[in-house]
């Protein structure tokens, strides 16, 4: 109930968007009758469409210093990438799932906060300053969002991760000789359907060796990658970031034993295609993880189209005089609490930092042992929230695991979702339009 949801809207992309590649033409400047490039279903990609999503990505390649691969294969990448995103929102449509205006503002509202904006007004008007159409901007963020939620119900939700495959995962990584170290990489990731031919194979492990051949003749890797990578990070220059070893898929790790710092792998051969990775730097990293941990009670009184905010901040305001006069914080969680925890006098046992949502979490940490909060309210409702002890605790080995599960479930996720986009695109009409 507590758990911490993870926001999917990220700073790079207001950055990416801020190109005026993205606002409407002139109006001074003379329209050319448009064509379609691609039917998909009973969609279409049109031209001008296909030339609006290339010259931003032309634009956000260059501001980020990355060499231009060649335009047309750029243009095959792209529209690629814009017939898979059409199709997901043509499945999000099927079914059901909607992003409203209301959760659109949030995000934007959240994107403007990261990007140290005032309001939404404000940046809004940086968008229009920029010349860039701000109801696009709008559908460009619901398409993201759209996006993330889709994958996260149609692939990450049904992910499994056995206890089995982290114990295999970290006697993996324990027999590395670099497991207290952390690396950055970049990765190039061409994509095998599962159920390829032969022929199809080897027509994926050219297109891998194209892009190696590239970079073996002095081509930059995120020109390569933005070029080649069916990742989608691909635009990002195919970056992983630093990762520990015990985050890193074994595939990986066993080449990058023998690469030094700016060095390229040769093709790798994983479950779902082919890779080449560039091991960019690394760094030591070998200390105990010690974090505070909580032991934590609360009460809860939910808010809902019947019990308004008002009435719920009543109900336990009532409690908390109890609760003042003496009254036990448990006894009064197991009458009065709407939370789960209520038969356990409100236990919600040892918390650690970032378990539960960020209101929650500030008004425990304000808290001394023993004491009782006023009243705290976040998403769920209104709360009262007790602190029963704090320890010091190393969290070493859980964090190892949790990393390792991190690590099977993101390798996993990215091959997953491909198998789920060819699945949408097995099933779909899409016929390319030549130009007459």
């Known amino acids: 109930m507590l758990s911490k949801k993870i926001g999917a809207i990220f700073v790079w992309l207001f950055v990416a968007m801020m190109s005026p590649a993205l606002a409407a033409a002139p109006a001074k400047q003379e ?14 990609i049109t031209r001008h469409e296909l030339d609006v999503r290339l010259a931003a990505t032309i634009s956000q390649l260059k501001k980020q210093g990355t060499l231009l691969p060649d335009v047309k294969v750029l243009e095959k990448q792209m529209l690629e990438r814009m017939i898979g995103t059409l199709l997901q929102k043509q499945f999000a449509k099927e079914t059901g799932l909607r992003i409203d205006e209301a959760q659109l503002d949030k995000a934007l509202t959240r994107i403007a ?110 020109q390569v990658a933005a070029g080649y990578s069916d990742a989608s990070d691909a635009l990002k220059g195919g970056d992983l970031g630093w990762r520990s070893s015990d985050r890193i898929p074994s595939i990986f790790a066993e080449a990058i034993q023998k690469m030094k710092p700016g060095q390229v792998s040769d093709i790798l051969r994983g479950p779902n295609g082919f890779h080449i990775i560039k091991l960019i730097s690394k760094r030591s990293k070998d200390a105990p993880v010690v ?17 308004p905010e008002s009435e719920a901040k009543a109900r336990l305001l009532v409690i908390k005089q109890r609760i003042d006069k003496g009254a036990d914080f448990a006894a009064q969680a197991k009458l009065y609490s709407e939370d789960g925890s209520a038969p356990q006098g409100g236990d919600l046992g040892w918390l650690s930092p970032g378990t539960t949502v960020p209101k929650f979490e500030a008004g425990m940490d304000a808290l001394k042992v023993n004491q009782v909060s006023g009243l705290v309210q976040t998403g769920f409702g209104w709360h009262l929230i007790q602190v029963v002890a704090r320890r010091n605790t190393d969290v070493s080995d859980e964090q190892k695991k949790q990393k390792a599960r991190e690590s099977i479930r993101a390798f996993r996720s990215d ?13 779909a009409f899409i016929e390319y339009q030549t130009a007459k």
């Open 113 to 222: 906060q990261q990007n140290k904006l005032a309001s939404l007004a404000v940046f809004r008007r940086k968008l229009e300053k920029d010349g860039i159409d701000f109801k696009k901007f709008r559908e460009e963020i619901r398409t993201e969002i759209l996006t993330v939620r889709l994958r996260q119900r149609e692939v990450d939700s049904k992910l499994v991760i056995s206890e089995n495959e982290v114990k295999n995962y970290l006697k993996t990584q324990a027999d590395l000789p670099s497991k207290g170290e952390e690396f950055q990489l970049a990765h190039i990731m061409v994509v095998v359907p599962e159920q390829a031919s032969a022929d199809k194979i080897q027509s994926y492990k050219s297109k891998a060796e194209q892009a190696l051949a590239k970079l073996h003749g002095g081509a930059p890797f995120a």
């Open 31 to 44: 329209q050319l009758i448009d064509r379609i490039v691609v039917v998909v279903n009973d969609d279409v």
């Open 291 to 307: 974090i505070t941990q909580t032991h934590a009670r609360h009460i809860l009184i939910k808010t809902s189209e019947l019990v």
């Open 415 to 427: 091959a997953a979702f491909q198998d789920w986009q060819r699945l949408l695109r097995d099933r």
